[in-house]
Nanobody, 124 residues
Framework: QVQLVESGGGLVQAGGSLRLSCAAS????????MAWFRQAPGKERHFVAV????????YFADSVAGRFTITRDNNKDTVDLQMNSLQPEDTAVYYC?????????????????WGQGTQVTVSS
């Protein structure tokens, strides 16, 4: 079992930045690809970004590429999402997720564990 706890959400004006963090516990963190997804009200959960097990590769949804970065620290068992140039359409609950024995996954069903989510609201 892996426990994931997100933090860092909040309210920010358009053009601003936020940094989300996810702390993992329970299993060997470096065995998991780590990702962020988001879900806006009334919509499905969508892929945002994923980072490989050793942190060497990262992939982003087209909607956030160039604005968001994802990093991980396998010594601290954390994964962060730095979000810059935020826009109102980035408003959503952001979820951290872990996929065992993978370096890339973009579908929700590929993930084994999920955090409880953290709200990000971007005002115009």
């Amino acid at each position: 079992q892996v426990q994931l706890v997100e933090s860092g959400g909040g309210l920010v004006q358009a053009g601003g930045s936020l940094r989300l963090s996810c702390a993992a516990s329970g299993r060997t963190f470096s065995n998991y690809a780590m990702a962020w997804f988001r879900q806006a009200p009334g919509k499905e959960r969508h892929f945002v970004a994923v980072i490989s097990r050793n942190g060497g590769r990262a992939y982003f949804a087209d909607s956030v590429a160039g604005r968001f970065t994802i990093t991980r620290d396998n010594n601290k068992d954390t994964v962060d999402l730095q979000m810059n140039s935020l826009q109102p359409e980035d408003t959503a609950v952001y979820y951290c997720a872990a996929a065992y024995d993978r370096d890339y996954a973009a579908e929700t069903y590929e993930y084994d564990y999920w955090g409880q989510g953290t709200q990000v609201t971007v005002s115009s």
